[in-house]
């Protein structure tokens, strides 16, 4: 009987999702399209939750919702006015066409294949060896046991990756023209926020440890501050001047990759933490890894070189 | 639960299907980067659907973890994405003037 009340709740959810997607996808307004895709987000957040992984849902909820919808609605505040574009579909030639419809099938039955050969294998997939080594990992969370411990790798280039990107947007010019002032109801709001906001932060990070949560999380919440208080346009704040905002950005990556150095240097092999430290070097390496995604994903929103930055180049102060 | 995971897994499906069909066929950048977006929600999907393993047993850490990496990878090219569509529009409103 509750399993048949599961299932009803899934097929709702689904549906919703599915909806969501194509009135995301198809909306003539795009302003409409960005804030669907904002609530498809939080919708896919749920479902992550229902899929138990909530460590996913915090981060889709927290980035991927919120962060991404930021940036998008803030790509449409650059639009040249009067120029909306509505939801029109290229009339291409029919063998572009056939190609598009080949490419998608082909897709479509391959990750179906996937999931069916994996589905009815029953393959255990890596669960019991991730459980099998916990213990040595430093961290309760097998999350973040596999994102920090196991998989390390994959999160150093992760890191790598989101400073790529900074610097492909810090290249492409300064910053987006400030908001406006916000009114008192606004600036009273973000006063209480941006505090909470910071505290969460830090909560998600230390908790990461052994409960959902973690840098990839703190470091969005923290991001999301900055954001909203950039969003109030009060002039009384900025961000730390040139060179620090340089080294957290850079921290993330450049301490990982220091204490995977390190091990090697220890007798181990890249990223492999001796047993006593691991939890500790953990902690570390997510501290600054926080600051540097909260920095980077900052940076940006902001679309490009802080205004603070430009004032180096007459010799002045950074 | 089988069920369970077939039903979101087959989703997952469908959406990375609408997303790339709008990426590929809708007009606008803007619109294309969204779309590539609800693409990589469908794939997210496709891997966590096959993570889960019933309401009893533990879930599997490792396409959690390798999720989170992509929504991060994930919003970092569209954040790159986005600014090289702002430098593209600057670009076309100064051909344009002149």
Known sequence: ???????????????????????????????????????????????????????????????????????????LRDRRPGVEAGSSQQRPAWQVLTVTYLVIGLTLTASWAFLYAQLSADAPGLNR???????????????TAVLLNFRAYDTLLELAVLFGALLGVLALGPQRPAPRIAGPVVTHLVAWLTPLLIVTAAYLLWVGAHAPGGAFQAGALLAAAGIIVRLSGNPHTALPG????????????????????????????????????????????????????????????????????????????? | MFDTSILYGLLGIVLAGLGLHAAILQRDVLRRILAINILGVGVFLVFIANAYKGPDAAADAVPHALV????????AATALALALLRALNAHQEDADRE
């Not at chain 1, 749920?46 to 980035?63: F, G, N, Y």
């Not at chain 1, 060896?129 to 999350?143: D, I, M, R, T, Y």
């Not at chain 1, 220091?258 to 092999?269: D, I, R, S, T, Y």
């Not at chain 2, 989170?68 to 919003?75: K, M, N």
């Open chain 2, 68 to 75: 989170l990496t992509g929504i991060v990878v994930a919003v």
């Open chain 1, 129 to 143: 060896l991730v459980q099998a080594e916990l213990a040595n990992s430093g961290v309760a969370n097998p999350v």
């Open chain 1, 1 to 75: 009987m509750t399993l048949d009340a599961l299932l009803i709740l899934d097929v709702l959810l689904a549906a919703l999702l599915l909806v969501l997607a194509i009135a995301a996808l198809h909306s003539q307004s795009l302003r409409q399209a960005i804030i669907l895709f904002i609530v498809f987000g939080l919708v896919t957040a749920l479902v992550w939750a229902r899929l138990k992984a909530p460590d996913v849902a915090l981060a889709e909820a927290a980035i991927g919702s919120g962060v991404a919808g930021a940036l998008l609605l803030a790509a």
């Open chain 1, 242 to 318: 040139g060179i620090w905002m340089r080294l957290i950005a850079v921290g993330g990556t450049g301490v990982f990759l220091l204490v995977g150095l390190a091990a090697m240097g220890l007798g181990g092999k890249l990223l492999q933490y001796p047993a006593d430290w691991a939890g500790t070097l953990i902690l570390l390496i997510e501290v600054f890894a926080t600051l540097s995604i909260a920095a980077s994903l900052l940076l940006v929103y902001l679309g490009g070189q802080p205004r603070n930055w430009a004032a180096r180049k007459d010799g002045s102060h950074v």
